[in-house]
């Protein structure tokens, strides 16, 4: 079992930054790929962005290409998403999934994400 905890959410204005953590539980976190994905009033919950298991692979929506950058910290059992130039279309409800497969590969579908944490809200206000 794994247990996701986010935070790190708030209100910020366009163009600000800000960083998100999603706290793990569960000694096999570090065999794990890790996804962000967020979900806007009204939208389905879409992809944000991937790390692998070992932190040496990247995958991102084009949508925050070069604004995002999401990492990991295998002794912390935390992983990140650093937003930057955020845009008022980035609010969301932001969440840390994993499909939970060891040594697995990098899953983009939320229908594969086997454990979701509650979400941390992102505000961006014009």
Do not use: H
């Not at 290409?65 to 980035?90: A, C, H």
Request: net charge positive; charged share 20%; with cysteine.
């Amino acid at each position: 079992q794994v247990q996701l905890v986010e935070s790190g959410g708030g209100l910020v204005q366009a163009g600000g930054s800000l960083r998100l953590a999603c706290a793990a539980s569960g000694r096999t976190f570090s065999t794990y790929t890790m996804d962000w994905f967020r979900q806007a009033p009204g939208k389905e919950r879409e992809f944000v962005a991937a790390i692998t298991w070992g932190g040496g692979g990247t995958i991102y929506a084009d949508s925050v290409k070069g604004r995002f950058t999401i990492s990991r910290d295998n002794v912390k059992m935390t992983v990140y998403l650093q937003m930057t130039r955020l845009k008022p279309e980035d609010t969301a409800v932001y969440y840390c999934a994993t499909a939970g497969r060891q040594y697995g590969g990098v899953e983009l579908d939320a229908e594969r994400m086997d454990y979701w944490g509650k979400g941390t809200l992102v505000t961006v206000s014009s």
